[in-house]
């Protein structure tokens, strides 16, 4: 555990053990492996168990991973390049709920694939593996690229690889490719009443 990852409460080391490094290895990841990480996903909370999530992955040695990579921002695609696969999570922004026919506007989608995000985080650390969330990519060009279609918002671009040393990194990257802290709780947690600066 690094100095910037000292929990101020007792916690599993899990939640302090998973970052989202940037230098792979190049490593390909097995079909297998990269199922069992979506898998940990299949299994997060969501509203009314909606399940609004979807997954499209993309390992590197596949055909599959070009017109995905190619919409990435040019500074991920310089480390995403290493990564063993990409995953677009998308969620539907509608969803029929019980005891509804007809579907209507899910207000927590998104709140729920962030769930499912996480979980492949976890799940991936507990592996050996690394997952990299990205915003970085231009949203039109990967609508048009895996054909996700409108009524899906598009959530967040992972690179899955296994983590290397830092020297497989750019120069200008090196320096920041270690486990970042967090605000204390103190500034997070409140009892009963919204307390924190505006
Ligand atoms: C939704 C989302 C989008 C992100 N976008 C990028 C990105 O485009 N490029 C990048 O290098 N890191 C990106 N990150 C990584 C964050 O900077 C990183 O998760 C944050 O600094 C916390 O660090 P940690 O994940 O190592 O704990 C993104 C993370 C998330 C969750």
């Known amino acids: 555990m690094t100095e910037a990852r000292q929990p101020d409460h007792p916690i599993n080391s899990l939640f302090v053990d998973r970052w989202s490094p ?31 999530w979807r997954f499209i992955y993309a390992q590197r ?12 921002v040019e500074f991920n695609q310089g480390w995403a390049q290493h990564a063993a696969a990409l995953v ?14 007809d579907a209507a506007p899910n207000a927590w989608h998104s709140f729920d694939a962030g769930a499912a995000w996480a979980s492949i985080a976890f799940q991936a650390t507990l592996a050996g593996w690394s997952a990299h969330g990205m915003a970085g990519f231009d949203a039109d060009r990967l609508r048009k690229a895996a ?4 009524t899906y918002a598009l959530e967040t671009v992972l690179a899955i690889g296994k983590h290397g040393d830092k ?16 605000l204390p709780l103190t500034q997070l ?10």
């Not at 054909?147 to 409108?150: E, K, S, T, V």
């Open 88 to 101: 677009v999570i998308v969620s539907a922004r509608q969803a029929v709920f019980p005891g509804q026919t």
């Open 22 to 52: 940037r230098a792979f290895t190049g490593e390909p990841i097995a079909k297998p492996m990269l199922l069992s990480l979506l898998e940990a996903a299949r299994w997060a909370p969501s509203a009314y168990n909606a399940q609004p």
């Open 61 to 72: 040695e596949t055909l599959s991973w070009e017109p995905i990579f190619a919409t990435l």
């Open 147 to 150: 054909g996700i279609p409108d």
């Open 167 to 182: 020297a497989l990194l750019a120069e200008g990257l090196r320096a920041r490719e270690m486990p970042n802290g967090r």
């Open 189 to 198: 947690a409140a009892e009963g009443r919204f307390t924190f600066s505006e």
